[in-house]
């Protein structure tokens, strides 16, 4: 079966399985989720969330960012690790917004790259999940594992697999993809246990053990 069959194949069995897949981290706003991401580089959607219940109550505004010592926001978010890196992404990006657009989060890839701290994966997650914006596809750990042990790249770096999966992916599902690929990897292809023989996507993935009688790597 040809590749792109196989991933629309593979799309269409996950999206009846997860239904209601979508973005985890917790937000009410385009500026909340950027900020989400941003703590969630290294750490847990769970992580993230426990720590924005409270930060998005005290800080609601990117000038709120910006009012207090970074000693202070660095407290803040200190269980979601890297906290002092993370401190001057996020008061960097309330600064480049506030100054260079009107405190509103921009809408395009080439704008999100100049606030400090964003990357590809960031920018991605902003545009698809706040905006709809489709402009690439997200790459994370989970994302990465799958398309490995389900062949769609070989390649190792986010960004190159990224691209690989833009020209597999049908656009309308650059979206829900990453999402699907994550429900997927917690729930049954798991990095160090994947659950091949209950796994619904077993016949379309050349590396379940029950054909290759090994433990897929990751
Ligand atoms: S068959 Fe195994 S390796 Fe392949 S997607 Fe399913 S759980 Fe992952």
């Known amino acids: 079966m040809e590749l792109k069959d196989r991933i629309r194949k593979i799309i269409r069995a996950l999206k009846r399985a997860y239904p209601n897949a979508k973005c985890s981290l917790n937000h009410s706003s385009p500026f909340e989720l950027l900020i989400a991401t941003i703590l969630s580089a290294q750490c847990t959607d769970e992580r993230v969330n426990i720590v924005t219940a409270d930060l ?55 704008d999100l790259l100049e606030l400090p701290g964003a990357a590809r994966k960031t920018a991605n997650v902003v545009l698809g999940n706040a905006f709809d914006i489709k402009a690439g596809v997200v790459v994370d750990t989970h994302v990465s594992r799958l398309s490995h042990r389900l062949g769609f790249s070989t390649e190792k770096t986010a960004e190159k697999i990224e691209q690989d999966l833009i020209g597999l992916v049908p656009r309308k599902d ?40 090994e433990v897929p790597g990751s």
């Open 56 to 110: 998005f109550r005290k800080y609601r505004q990117p000038e709120d960012y910006l009012k207090v010592p970074p000693r202070e926001l660095e407290k803040d978010i200190r269980t979601t690790g890297f906290f002092r890196n993370k401190t001057k992404s996020i008061q960097g990006t309330a600064r480049a917004l506030t100054e260079d657009f009107g405190g509103k989060i921009p809408q395009t890839m080439d």
């Open 174 to 213: 650059w979206v829900i993809f990453p999402h699907l690929m994550i429900y997927h990897g917690r729930k049954v292809c798991k990095a160090r246990n994947p659950l091949c023989s209950e796994c619904l996507i077993e016949k379309f993935c050349p590396s379940s053990f029950l054909k290759t009688g």
